[in-house]
């Protein structure tokens, strides 16, 4: 199989501190989502953040993998919600991603207790965004079955 190859724009416009941004996917599934640094640093103002937009990501790279490890299983979900936080260490000269945290919340009829806490080490182990970021940040995974 070949590379696949997924590509996103940004056009950013003035300062960063007081400038204002918007990103554009290749695919349109975003398209002119506005980006800005206070919101970055906590101040929700209807913009997002990269910190954001890796929390979309790694839930949805999750909630694929979590799927797909209980498929395997014998145990497919009927549902998977997927939340996802990003924690950003603000301190200054030294801001960088900290934790990420996933918590799933599944309702999976066929699945024990002990085979669902298997699945969610299993799944965060296998999903790509895990283990592009293994090693730099602090990743945990958690659940509750329904």
Known sequence: MADVTQR?????????????GRLDSASGALEALPLDL???LGEASGKTTP???LAS???ACFAISL????????T???RLEIHAAVTLDATEGNRRISQISLEADATVPDAD??????ALADAERRCLISRSLR????????????
Do not use: K, Y
């Open 38 to 40: 206070p919101t970055r």
């Open 57 to 59: 990501a790694h839930a």
């Open 135 to 146: 090693g730099n940040v602090e990743i945990t995974a958690s659940g509750t079955l329904r």
């Open 51 to 53: 910190e954001e937009l």
């Open 8 to 20: 996103a724009s940004v056009v950013w416009e003035g300062t960063i501190a007081r400038g204002a």
């Open 113 to 118: 207790e002990q085979s669902f806490n298997v």
């Open 67 to 74: 799927g797909s490890v209980l498929a395997r299983a014998g």
């Open 76 to 78: 497919p979900p009927e």
